[in-house]
């Protein structure tokens, strides 16, 4: 079977192709970064815009690449929600008209679904159940992940995300957007034993995370400093800010290990990409005798590929596609309302 994915929700637009005997046969990506950079931060109607610009180019660049042709494609899965409305309208507009045309069905597919499921596409994927980290831009979240479609809730941040933490603490610290993978490279210059900042319900019992009054701690600590940040500051900052979010992400998927008795924790958004937090995961994984996966690189931020697997995933359990045409976007969705778990 063969799935055409497309990807829109945010500042990426990607498009793959995925077979279910194959694997990922191909996928193209344009990430909106450096348009938005200038802003400080995504706006909206522009992401939509440059969705739109993109959108043909890519497919004929994975249409290409993956060697097949628009006949041999069985479903065309996108990204439903959640994100941007009117990002995720051109990914499913898109979509839609792509899978009338070709008269074949569509595939709506939850973004974090995406992220969860996106190391099934490494060469040494995990087994089900596992747990699931997912720390990207909008969403902090420990899950159990029973089988595809079956996700359980253990624990979500009550606030910011990491990564949106990381975004924010680097524009403090004077690094252009987005700013967490520039703060996590300032950081292994920065001394460790500098500054201690606060490591945010790190003793609340359950598996809650709160990052806002973590970023409060960097903007105070940037204030007592003036009019100009030194070098030497911004880097002990990032490595101070650095080393209390990481020990709560690995305290607390330590503790869904425990809570689950699961053997494998699966790390999967942007900020899984972070050096210290795979590091100091691997260490306590070797202690501990679990094993983290981890997307490849390329697929711990936004992509098609990832929308494409979970489209043919859903697909394979028995999930309905439905037929092309017809559509609705969901930017704000739990993902526990595809759970068969349920909410
Ligand atoms: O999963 P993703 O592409 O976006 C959402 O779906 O939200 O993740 C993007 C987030 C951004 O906040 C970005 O700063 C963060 O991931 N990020 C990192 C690193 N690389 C990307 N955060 C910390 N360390 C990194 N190396
Ligand atoms: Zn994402």
């Not at 996106?118 to 747990?131: A, C, R």
């Not at 159990?144 to 910011?160: C, I, N, P, Q, S």
């Not at 005798?289 to 043919?312: H, Q, S």
Request: with cysteine; hydrophobic share 45%.
């Amino acid at each position: 079977m063969l799935v055409l994915g497309i990807e829109s929700s945010c500042d990426e637009t990607g498009i793959a192709l995925y077979d279910s005997e194959a694997g990922l046969l191909s996928h193209a990506l344009h990430s909106q970064v450096a348009m938005h950079a200038e802003y400080g931060g995504v706006v909206p109607e522009l992401a939509s815009r440059d969705h739109i610009r993109r959108v043909v180019p890519l497919l004929r660049e994975a249409m290409a690449r993956g060697q097949r042709t628009f006949d041999d494609i069985d479903a065309v899965a996108y990204t439903r929600g959640p994100g941007l409305a009117g990002a995720l309208l051109v990914g499913c507009a898109f979509a839609e008209a792509l899978a009338v045309a070709l008269d074949k069905p569509t595939i709506p597919v939850h973004h974090l679904e995406g992220h969860l499921l996106s190391p099934l596409l490494s060469s040494d994927p995990p087994s089900f159940p596992f747990v699931g980290l997912l720390v990207s831009g909008g969403h902090t979240q420990l899950m159990r992940v029973t089988a595809v479609g079956e996700y359980e809730l253990l624990g979500e941040t009550l606030d910011d995300a990491a990564g949106e933490a990381f975004d924010k603490s680097a524009k403090m610290l004077g690094l252009p957007y987005p700013g967490g993978a520039l703060l996590s490279k300032l950081a292994e210059q920065g001394d460790p034993a500098k500054y201690t900042l606060p490591r945010p319900m790190l003793h609340s019992g359950d598996l809650s995370f709160s990052f806002s009054g973590l970023k409060t701690a960097v903007l105070t600590l940037v204030r007592e400093q003036g009019e100009t940040l030194s070098d030497e500051f911004r880097a002990d900052a990032a490595r101070a800010f650095q080393e209390a979010i990481v020990e709560v992400l690995v305290k607390k998927s330590l503790k869904a290990m425990k809570q689950t008795g699961l053997k494998q924790l699966v790390v999967a958004g942007g900020v899984g990409a972070n050096r210290q937090l795979r590091a100091t995961l691997d260490d306590e994984a070797r202690r501990k005798k679990f094993r983290v996966y981890y997307p490849e690189l390329e697929f711990c931020t936004d992509n098609g590929a990832m929308i494409a697997l979970a489209g043919c995933l859903r697909l394979l359990s028995g999930a309905p596609s439905k037929p092309a045409g017809s559509f609705a976007i969901q930017p704000r969705w739990p993902l526990m309302d595809i759970s068969s778990h349920g909410a």
